[in-house]
């Protein structure tokens, strides 16, 4: 209910916020504080509490920090499994016993050079396809198109020979074949890497078919972490990730950012806070919050690093496992891939 006082048309409550305005106590302690602490600058900004550096006992503070996942995606596919390897084979002999026979004379004018080597070819294969060992669909063991224990026919290295084999070869007959009359035919690159062989960890020409993540050593018997870094003064962690990214690993790498939010952070308490420089605050530990980032091309390299960096290392996710804390890798575990 809105009562008029005698003097003019103003109400109880405005008439006593006008003459008894909230009073600011804390308001020239926090500009003293500020002006010369960073520190407490970043405190008032990031709780909206001026009277943080200023309560009387001691209130903790983490330092906040920002975190680089930088990954490289697989460069190939998957090994198949030995039983993908057995189906996709059985698929293949199923198609030939259910496709119309192959017409040679549509393709190949009969008594011509390509028309011998076809009937070749044939007689040592009995199929049409070039990959699937020997097998005739229309003979009257054609039902019998599984594999045996052990066989090869249905690894890739053994179907990729056979293709190249039967690519090389142009001669009309097997009389005449040589190797004057094979054409060189390239090569698939191997899925095993020099790196793989030597067991080089700081490569990123290993695990082609896996995620890898980088971690670096903080000092010679320090831990395996992702690279991090405090945020210098008012940094957005977008802005810190590229500066990290520049400052552990150099120049040299093609890197992308993938998003402005972090995927996962990481908090680390001291087992006794440590009282800091400004007033009423007290260290309790380290909050990293981590950006994913992926490299494109380049290497990075340690050298001149900003960090205080002394190795690095090129991990799939088990194998991070075995080289983090315990307690780091169940904050990290969720942000990584599992191939």
């Not at 103003?10 to 600011?24: F, T």
């Not at 090389?168 to 040589?178: F, R």
């Not at 210098?232 to 810190?240: F, N, Q, T």
């Amino acid at each position: 209910m809105r009562h008029l006082l005698r003097d003019g048309p103003i109400c109880r409550a405005c008439r006593s916020a006008h003459h008894h305005p909230q009073r600011r106590r804390y308001a020239s302690a926090t500009a003293t504080a500020t002006a010369t602490d960073p520190v407490a600058e970043r405190v008032a900004t990031t709780t909206g509490s001026p009277l943080l550096a200023q309560s009387s006992a001691p209130r903790p503070f983490h330092l906040v920090k920002a975190g680089v996942l930088l990954t490289r995606s697989p460069q190939i596919t998957r090994d198949l499994t030995a039983f993908e390897k057995a189906y996709f084979l059985y698929q293949r002999r199923l198609n030939e016993r259910l496709a119309l026979p192959f017409s040679r004379y549509f393709y190949f004018q009969k008594g011509t050079p390509t028309d011998i080597d076809w009937k070749r070819k044939m007689k040592e294969r009995r199929t049409a396809a070039r990959d699937i060992g020997i097998y005739n669909a229309y003979s009257k063991e054609g039902w019998n198109d599984e594999l045996l224990v052990g066989a090869q026919e249905s690894e890739t290295e053994h179907q990729a020979e056979a293709l190249l084999k039967d690519a090389e070869t142009l001669g009309a007959g097997s009389e005449e074949s040589s190797e004057s009359k094979k054409e060189s035919i390239p090569r698939p690159m191997p899925r095993v890497t020099e790196a793989d062989r030597t067991g080089d960890e700081s490569s990123l020409a290993r695990r082609l078919d896996r995620t890898l993540y980088l971690l670096v050593r903080e000092n010679e018997k320090g831990r395996w972490i992702f690279p991090s870094s405090e945020l210098a003064g008012r940094e957005s962690l977008y802005h810190a990730t590229e500066r990290i990214i520049v400052q552990a690993g150099g120049v040299n790498m093609n890197t992308w950012v993938v998003g402005r939010a972090p995927v996962g952070h990481y908090t680390f308490n001291r087992f006794k806070p440590e009282p800091m420089e400004t007033p009423g605050l007290e260290l309790k530990g380290e909050k990293t919050f981590f950006m994913k980032v992926k490299i494109m091309a380049g290497q990075p390299s340690l050298e001149g690093n900003q960090l205080g960096l002394t190795d690095l290392k090129w991990l799939c996710r088990e194998e991070v496992q075995k080289v983090v804390l315990p307690g780091y890798w169940s904050a990290i575990k969720n942000m990584l891939a599992e191939r």
